[in-house]
């Protein structure tokens, strides 16, 4: 054999050889595996134990949280913790408990933790610990997941498995990934002079080192009003400089926007008490330090068209040119608060994971159903995950996340597992009920409006329906395959929403006559009421693709708006209920009222077709069954005479069982009214 062919057989053989040590490596097996022991992660840990799943959830930390335990530095939560609401429904409840992950555990809610409104972050740390430890989750703490890759694989559930290495060189393969690392890496922004610029992650809390200083701040979120509401009692003044224009939550409607609780700023900016916010491009800022450490605002521009061998004092600034320049005063400090983005530097390129663009940059691109779009198998939860409803709904804070985690969860246990999207099957007589019980009590339809819907799958001939709970709404047209549910009679869609045009910076929503509160005018209510969207077949992946702007939803073959109600209420007989039924009933062609036994009896003899209610109920004697104790009852409450019997005839005893069955027939017998009585009686219940 000639010596090259023999160096090519080596080099393959030492090539191979090479291989089978890479695959030979010791890679500790799970089905699932977890990044990241926040409020997302634990929560994906609770379903997957709860289902009995094989799962380890990877911390770097010593304990799960490890975000809330420094952030936010001021240690004031903007998540509510309203303990009391007047109502008992714990789902109801969770509306306003904005902490609180789910489970079974009834210890294990957030008001056990704290009694503040904002609670203290420290609570928040100790509430995460404990729903890890009296869960019994399984977290591996002290390991920080250094790198994520794919290895090709077709017995694998995806075609691939997850292989991870820790700081340790320990070696993890899964079959699925769930990503809930959220966004920690703080934002840097890099310009001419930046160095001199503090961050938000380290700067001193204790007002005290900020008395008789000027500060300006570069950003215009939480964090950086937050930062300022800390010193604003000991400061000359605080500017603080953006690329966006302010936007309050009120307005916008967004939880993520500027929360009253920090807005102090504000105050003193239109009052006029020297504090200012601008707007301005951050790249193209420089700051220039002197000699007595003041730092200097001025534009790139300057700084890169002079003469680099001249001294700092050559330095253009622009109040040289223009004197009442806004930002010519010198300034103490500079303070970056300008949030956080994912850390996408664990990932290798075979996985793929690009981040988002323009304003969804910070995150990385996932679908609608939270997997990501280049890579199947691998999903991302919490904070992470909020490009999907990013400045619309609470996709990326607990009160929202909880429940999408949730339906994550349902995905996968379909998807690897054989097990189909929960789901109840009612008479088609309990539809109105249905509907009417969930958007009074649910909470992930309350909380993520326009993302998660509840799905009414009809059977044949419209005589029940199958009822699924918070599903994405994103993947409606891939709901046969997600769910493994199916929709061949047509659907009702049910989803909450805000008015089209009442959310928005530039938005007056306190304006006069705002509420809308007449039913024929439902379809204009602005605050967030519920919606349903009836289709007569499942809409398709096209038809998702071209649905109108800002529609979370195609054209419907009809639409249904419940109006507003000013105490979220949507009960009123009138106002909700009656229209509601009356959409319903026009979709299905069919009666969906309640009636009295002595209707239907009417309802047998003069008409062809009977109502549902009757025909489920009474044709199939399925109603009340009478008995001594219902009708003495009916007695008391005076909607029966007093037909018992008061004598009794011969030595029988009264309480003999003895006797003909006609006697005991007379003695039982309700008087019948007169027909007329049935035509004026009030059918509708």
């Known amino acids: 054999m000639a010596p090259a062919a023999c160096g090519t057989l080596l080099g393959l053989a030492l090539y191979a050889s090479s291989l089978c040590a890479v695959s030979g490596a010791a890679f500790l097996y799970h089905d699932y595996c977890v990044i990241g022991a926040g409020p997302s992660g634990l929560q994906a840990a609770y379903f997957l134990q709860q289902a009995g799943r094989d799962y380890v959830v990877f911390e770097r930390s010593h304990a799960p949280g490890s975000f809330f335990a420094l952030y936010p530095r001021h240690r004031k939560l903007i998540s509510i913790n309203k303990r009391y609401t007047g109502k008992s429904n714990s789902e109801f409840n969770l509306r306003h408990d904005w902490n609180s992950l789910l489970s079974h555990n009834r210890r294990l809610l957030f008001r056990r933790y704290s009694r503040d409104f904002f609670p203290d972050a420290d609570a928040m740390v100790r509430y995460l610990e404990d729903f890890a430890s009296l869960l019994k989750l399984q977290v591996q703490y002290n390991t920080a997941i250094i790198h994520v890759t794919l290895e090709r694989d077709r017995q694998a559930w995806n075609g691939h498995y997850f292989l991870l290495t820790d700081q340790d060189r320990q070696n993890y393969k899964c079959s699925s990934l769930l990503v809930a690392t959220g966004t920690w890496v703080p934002n840097v922004v890099n310009f001419p002079g930046s160095e001199y610029v503090e961050g938000y992650e380290t700067v001193s809390i204790n007002p005290e080192d900020f008395a008789g200083q000027t500060v300006l701040i570069l950003g215009r979120g939480n964090s950086a009003f937050e930062t300022a509401e800390n010193i604003l009692g000991v400061t000359n003044f605080i500017h603080m400089v953006s690329r966006s224009r302010v936007r309050l939550s009120w307005a916008t409607h967004y939880v ?144 929202g996340f909880r429940y999408t985690t949730r339906a994550v969860h349902r995905l996968l246990e379909n998807r690897h597992h054989g097990v189909p999207w929960p789901s109840t099957v009612y008479p088609i007589t309990q539809l109105t009920n249905s509907i009417i019980k969930r958007v009074n009590e649910a909470s992930g339809l309350y909380q993520m409006f326009s993302i998660l819907a509840d799905i009414i799958l009809l059977r044949e001939n419209a005589t029940a329906f199958e009822y699924l709970e918070e599903y994405p709404v994103g993947v409606l047209a891939e709901l046969e395959t997600q769910t493994g549910r199916k929709a061949p009679n047509g659907l009702f869609v049910v989803i909450m929403e805000y008015g089209r045009n009442f959310s928005g910076a530039d938005k007056d929503v306190f304006y006069y006559n705002r509420a809308v509160g007449e039913a024929q005018h439902a379809w204009q209510s602005n605050f967030l009421h519920p919606v349903i969207y009836y289709y007569k077949r499942l809409p398709t992946e096209r038809e998702m693709r071209l649905r109108p702007p800002d529609w979370p939803l195609p054209r419907p073959d009809a639409v249904h708006h419940i109006v507003e109600d000013f105490l979220t209420d949507w009960t009123a007989p009138n106002a909700h209920i009656l229209p509601l039924r009356r959409f319903l009933e026009n979709c299905l062609s069919t009666d969906l009222r309640n009636f009295f036994a002595e209707s239907c009896f009417l309802f047998a003899f003069t008409r062809q077709k009977l109502p549902p209610f009757c025909r489920q109920g009474y044709v199939r004697m399925q109603g009340l069954v009478g008995s001594e104790g219902l009708r003495r009852h009916a007695v008391e409450a005076g909607l029966l005479e007093d037909y018992a019997p008061t004598d009794f005839s011969g030595d029988r005893p009264p309480d003999s069982r003895e006797g003909s069955q006609d006697q005991l027939l007379r003695d039982q017998a309700i008087p019948v009214r007169p027909l007329q009585h049935l035509v004026n009686a009030k059918d509708e219940l």
Request: aromatic share 10%.
């Open 256 to 399: 993520g926007d500027l929360r009253a609780i920090n807005n102090g700023l504000l105050d003193t900016y239109q009052l006029k008490s020297l504090d200012g916010l601008l707007e301005g491009d951050l790249e193209d800022l420089a700051i220039v330090k002197d000699k007595k450490g003041k730092l200097h605002i001025t534009l790139r521009f300057y700084l890169e068209n002079r003469n680099t061998s001249a001294g700092i004092d050559s330095v253009t600034l622009p109040q040289d040119e223009l004197d009442n320049f806004a930002t010519r005063a010198p300034y103490d400090r500079v303070i970056r608060c300008l949030g956080w983005k994912f850390d996408f530097s664990i990932y290798n390129r075979s996985l793929r994971m690009m981040p988002g663009k323009g304003n969804k940059k910070k995150y990385p691109q996932i679908k609608p159903s939270y997997e990501s779009r280049s890579t199947r198998g691998l999903f991302v939860l919490g904070t992470a995950s909020h490009s999907v409803d990013f400045r619309k709904s609470a996709g990326g804070f607990i009160h």
